[in-house]
Nanobody, 121 residues
Framework: QVQLVESGGDLVQAGGSLSLSCAAS????????MGWYRQAPGKQREVVAA???????NYKDSVKGRFTISRDNAKNTVYLQMNSLKPEDTAVYYC???????WGTGYRDYWGQGTQVTVSS
């Protein structure tokens, strides 16, 4: 079993910054991809940023230049640095990891419990 534990959500004023972190633990063989998703009230969950084990990154267009995703492979931890926050960034942010629990066992998506980010105007 694999667990993802997130931290860092908070209430912040527009223009401010927050840093999220997510640590994966359990029976982990490899994590080729980790990412952050968000879901605002009444909206579908959407990908915000993703990073592969070799450091390749992708971002949602609306966060490019403001958010930075990074990871520490030794700690199985992914981070999301969010700067110049806007009210429209308000959402529950979820950590996601594509995990293999053993050689030849395939991959499965795991999710964190979510952390609330609220940006006031």
């Amino acid at each position: 079993q694999v667990q993802l534990v997130e931290s860092g959500g908070d209430l912040v004023q527009a223009g401010g910054s927050l840093s999220l972190s997510c640590a994966a633990s359990g029976s982990i063989y490899s994590i080729p991809r980790m990412g952050w998703y968000r879901q605002a009230p009444g909206k579908q969950r959407e990908v915000v940023a993703a990073i592969t084990s070799d450091g390749s990154t992708n971002y949602k267009d609306s966060v490019k230049g403001r958010f930075t995703i990074s990871r520490d492979n030794a700690k199985n931890t992914v981070y999301l640095q969010m700067n110049s926050l806007k009210p429209e960034d308000t959402a529950v942010y979820y950590c996601n990891a594509l995990v293999s629990t053993g050689w030849g066992t395939g991959y499965r998506d795991y999710w964190g419990q979510g952390t609330q980010v609220t940006v006031s105007s």
